[in-house]
């Protein structure tokens, strides 16, 4: 019994974040949180491709960089197209190393992006 009930405690969660990420698409999450991780205003990013979540953005010294973005549950995890070496890098999720946790909800139409290095940031609609 006990089996059962954890079962459905588990897709009862992954449901109800599914829902509240319906308010958002991918792409907005994606960009809440590179604008969290990068102190860039999401509106100065677009959207490059939806399926993944790439967006992109250009810095005033000229600079250009791109990212993808996977949602994972409540986690959006991110990687960035190395220009260098012209191939995306490592998706940022080794959390053992260093790497930064990022975690969304939505309440009553608020996105609020949650990152375990930096301050957290609440994000409407308008602000895509």
Same mark, same amino acid.
């Given at each position: 019994?006990?089996?059962?009930?954890?079962? +459905?405690?588990?897709?009862? *969660?992954?449901?109800?974040?599914?829902?509240?990420?319906?308010?958002?698409?991918?792409?907005?999450?994606?960009?809440?949180?590179?604008?969290?991780?990068?102190?860039?205003?999401?509106?100065?990013?677009?959207? +490059?491709?939806?399926?993944?979540?790439?967006?992109?953005?250009?810095?005033?010294?000229?600079?250009? =960089?791109?990212?993808?973005?996977?949602?994972?549950?409540?986690? +959006?995890?991110?990687?960035? =197209?190395?220009?260098?070496?012209?191939?995306?890098?490592?998706?940022?999720?080794?959390?053992?190393?260093?790497?930064?946790?990022?975690?969304?909800?939505?309440?009553?139409?608020?996105?609020?992006?949650?990152?375990?290095?930096?301050?957290?940031? *609440?994000?409407?609609?308008?602000?895509?």
């Amino acid at each position: 019994m006990k089996a059962i009930l954890i079962a +459905v405690t588990a897709a009862v *969660s992954v449901t109800a974040t599914a829902a509240q990420a319906a308010d958002f698409s991918a792409a907005e999450l994606c960009k809440a949180t590179i604008s969290v991780e990068m102190g860039r205003k999401t509106k100065s990013m677009k959207m +490059v491709n939806v399926d993944p979540p790439e967006i992109s953005y250009k810095r005033p010294d000229g600079d250009s =960089f791109k990212y993808r973005c996977k949602i994972e549950d409540d986690r +959006v995890v991110w990687r960035t =197209f190395l220009t260098d070496t012209r191939e995306w890098g490592r998706w940022r999720e080794n959390y053992a190393a260093g790497d930064a946790m990022t975690t969304y909800s939505v309440d009553g139409g608020i996105l609020k992006i949650t990152n375990d290095q930096a301050n957290p940031a *609440s994000f409407k609609k308008s602000d895509f």
